[in-house]
């Protein structure tokens, strides 16, 4: 049986009036990725494609940062420091956690992902979850660069186009709070 692949749909190209789409157009952003060593033969991959990734959408390699840190757990805290730096405009945060023989697993995946979500909603600020979470190592392999594609490369695109999406929604509640402060004209 093949292995499904799971892809974002691609950005409209035409809305209707009122619509809101982000873009993958990352000129200008400060990104700051992170990433774990833990299993770093995959996590290594996911980095990769995300440096590649953030070259084709055009954030300057000046205007981002690679923190490592030991593994997926300790992402959340290098999150919440990253965020509260003002310095960057998103991070993208990359791991690997593969199901082995013990509970571990089920604790570091899933503090992790509660974590990171903890920083983005308390700070509003944008966080793609790269971290992998697998049964095998073969099934990170294929997804940090392998048949599956590369899942770095995909946190990259949603983070930008988190970020200016936000930007839209920020500027169309600054036009909308203006409208409202003008009287209406029958």
């Given amino acids: 049986m093949p292995e499904p ?9 035409a809305t209707p009036d009122g619509d809101l789409v982000g873009s993958h157009d990352g000129s200008g952003l400060r990104i700051a990725v992170l990433c ?6 995959v996590t290594s991959r996911l980095l990769e494609g995300a440096q590649r990734k953030l ?23 290098a999150a919440q420091a990253i965020a509260a730096s003002g310095s960057f405009d998103a991070m993208v945060c990359l791991g690997a956690v593969i199901r082995g023989e013990t ?6 995946a899933g503090e992790c992902a509660a974590g990171l979500q903890r920083v983005m909603l308390e ?9 992998l979470t697998t049964e095998t190592l073969a099934q990170a392999m294929e ?3 392998g048949k599956v594609g590369n899942k770095g490369e995909e946190a990259v695109e949603t983070v930008i186009e988190m970020v200016t999406v936000l930007r839209q929604l920020k500027e169309r509640g600054a036009t909308l709070r203006s409208r409202a402060r003008t009287p209406m004209s029958y």
């Fill in 5 to 13: 692949t799971h892809r974002l749909a691609p950005l409209p190209t």
């Fill in 36 to 41: 774990g060593r833990f299993n770093g033969e």
């Fill in 55 to 77: 070259d084709e959408c055009g954030v300057a390699p000046e205007s981002r940062i690679v923190v490592w840190v030991p593994g997926s757990f300790e992402l959340p805290l």
């Fill in 103 to 108: 509970a571990h697993f089920d604790f570091v």
């Fill in 123 to 131: 700070t509003k600020f944008p966080i793609a979850f790269g971290v």
């Fill in 143 to 145: 997804r940090s660069g």
